[in-house]
C-alpha cells in the first residue's frame, strides 16, 4: 500500500494565502479535540474552515497531510522557544533545574497545542504519521543529549545520545498524560515529573 504524501502540495506565498492555511490546522485542531481524528475527513475540514474543498486539496492531498502540518507548526514553535532558552552556564544553573524549566515550557506549550501531541502520541506509530513522528522525537532526543553532553563532558556520546532517547521517550509518555489533567492535580503531577527526572539525573555521574 503507497503511503500517504504528508508534505505540503503548495506553500502560500501571500498574507492572505498565509492565513487561510493557519485557519485550516485551526480548524483541524479544534476537531482532532471535538470529534477526535478518525472522525475527520477532508471534507469535514474543508466545510468546518468554510473553503471549498478544491482549495483545500490545492495546500493538502489528504488528512494525514493536515495533521502533519498541525504537528510540524508546533514543532515549529515549540524549536523557537527552546532556541530562546538555552543552556546556562552550569555554575549559574543545574542540570535538574535547566529540565525543571524546560518542562514547565513544554507543559505550558502542549496545554495550548493539545491537538498535536494527541496526534503524536496516538497516530505515532501508524505508516501514515510514523516518518514525522520519527523526525521529531529525533530532534528531541538531539536536544537532550546535547544537554546532557553541555552539563556532563566527560559522558560519553554514545551514553549522551542513549539518556537524550530514554528522556524524550519517557517524558513524551508524561506529558501526553499531564495534558489530561486540571487544576492541583496537574500542578502536582507535573511536580512529581520533575521529581522523577532530578532522580534520573542523579545516576547519570555514577553510571558513565
Known amino acids: 500500500m503507497n503511503k500517504p504524501k504528508l508534505t505540503p502540495r503548495s506553500k502560500p506565498q501571500q498574507a492572505r494565502s498565509r492565513s487561510r492555511v493557519e485557519?485550516?490546522?485551526?480548524?483541524?485542531?479544534k476537531l482532532v479535540l471535538e470529534q477526535g481524528f478518525d472522525a475527520i475527513t477532508t471534507n469535514l475540514v474543508a466545510s468546518e474552515s468554510g473553503v471549498p474543498v478544491g482549495t483545500l486539496y490545492h495546500y493538502y492531498s489528504n488528512k494525514f497531510a493536515i495533521f502533519a502540518a498541525v504537528v510540524r507548526r508546533s514543532f515549529g514553535e515549540l524549536e523557537q522557544k527552546w532556541a530562546e532558552q538555552p543552556p546556562d552556564d552550569p555554575d549559574k544553573e543545574s542540570v535538574g533545574e535547566y529540565f525543571d524549566r524546560m518542562l514547565d515550557m513544554?507543559?505550558?506549550?502542549?496545554?495550548?497545542?493539545?491537538?498535536?501531541?494527541?496526534l503524536m502520541s496516538s497516530l505515532q506509530h501508524t505508516p501514515e504519521m510514523k516518518p514525522v513522528a520519527d523526525r521529531y522525537l529525533k530532534i528531541t532526543s538531539e536536544r537532550n543529549a546535547a544537554t546532557i553532553a553541555h552539563y556532563f563532558p566527560d559522558l560519553p556520546k554514545e551514553r549522551c545520545q542513549m539518556i537524550g532517547v530514554a528522556m524524550e521517550e519517557a517524558g513524551n509518555a508524561l506529558l501526553n498524560r499531564l495534558n489530561g489533567y486540571r487544576g492541583k492535580r496537574r500542578e502536582r503531577f507535573k511536580e512529581e515529573m520533575k521529581g522523577m527526572i532530578r532522580a534520573y539525573l542523579g545516576t547519570i555521574p555514577d553510571s558513565s
Not at 23 to 29: A, P, S
Not at 106 to 118: G, L, S, T, Y
Open 23 to 29: 485557519h485550516i490546522l485551526d480548524v483541524t485542531e
Open 106 to 118: 513544554m507543559a505550558d506549550h502542549w496545554r495550548q497545542r493539545r491537538a498535536a501531541m494527541q
